[in-house]
């Protein structure tokens, strides 16, 4: 499956993005998507998944209660709400996904072999 990510921008310290996760060449059907993010001079880290069947949801402590992982079926797109942004989430975010994840697999980039380009967020305080 091949991955387009959008929507990353510019936003003052407090505001809103929404991300998308489009594929391509066949559906989300039994995939795990995810979204990692990598800030300058840092180790790329989990964000949230979503599991395509069944939807469930997983989040890294650091944007539960103001990020929300979301899925499209129309548009085979997985969306990401991100609020109350702040500096620490400047970042490129990628998305990705793999098939048949287990649920102790979901945070590890590594557990991903479909990656997108990413989508550049800055957050200006």
């Known amino acids: 499956v091949q991955l387009q990510a959008s929507g990353g921008g510019l936003v003052q310290a407090g505001g809103s993005l929404r991300l998308s996760c489009a594929a391509s060449?066949?559906?989300?059907?039994?995939?795990?998507v995810g979204w990692f993010r990598q800030a300058p001079g840092k180790e790329r880290e989990f964000v949230t998944a979503?599991?395509?069947?069944?939807?469930?949801?997983y989040y890294a402590d650091s944007v539960k209660y103001r990020f929300a992982i979301s899925r499209d079926y129309a548009k085979n797109t997985v969306l990401l709400q991100m609020n109350s942004l702040n500096a620490d989430d400047t970042a490129i975010y990628y998305c990705?996904?793999?098939?048949?994840?287990?649920?102790?697999?979901?945070?590890?980039?590594?557990?991903?072999?479909?990656w997108g380009p990413g989508t550049e967020v800055t957050v200006s305080s």
């Open positions: 990705a996904a793999a098939r048949h994840l287990i649920t102790s697999s979901i945070r590890y980039p590594a557990s991903y072999d479909n």
């Open positions: 060449g066949r559906t989300f059907s039994t995939y795990v």
């Open positions: 979503i599991k395509w069947s069944g939807g469930g949801t």
